[in-house]
């Protein structure tokens, strides 16, 4: 199963934002670079094996959404799931 770098690097889905680490406005996504900018946020002694969270948010197939209207949701539904300083 491909991964969402994977997935997004292979035209299968696009990057729209990111919140505090690297984004080169491409719409594809460098993991190694994504990696380190996560990695500068995590205390040194901390021993995480998966420090991401990957959750897919699916509007009904009838509402067109701009990026940004899909920026807006993602931004807000983290803010709400208390994850809104995080990167």
Same mark, same amino acid.
Do not use: C, W
């Given at each position: ?36 900018? &996560?990695?500068?946020?995590? *205390? ?6 998966? *420090? ?30 208390? &994850?809104?300083?995080?990167?």
């Amino acid at each position: 199963m491909p991964t969402t770098g994977e997935k997004i690097n292979e035209a299968q889905g696009r990057l729209l934002t990111t919140n505090r680490i690297y984004n080169d406005g491409s719409g594809t996504v460098d993991i190694g670079k994504a990696m380190e900018g &996560f990695l500068t946020f995590l *205390p040194p002694q901390m021993k995480i094996e998966k *420090p991401v969270v990957h959750i897919s948010l699916n509007p009904h197939p009838e509402d067109v959404l701009t990026d940004i209207e899909l920026q807006d949701i993602a931004r807000e539904y983290l803010e709400k799931l208390g &994850f809104g300083n995080q990167p």
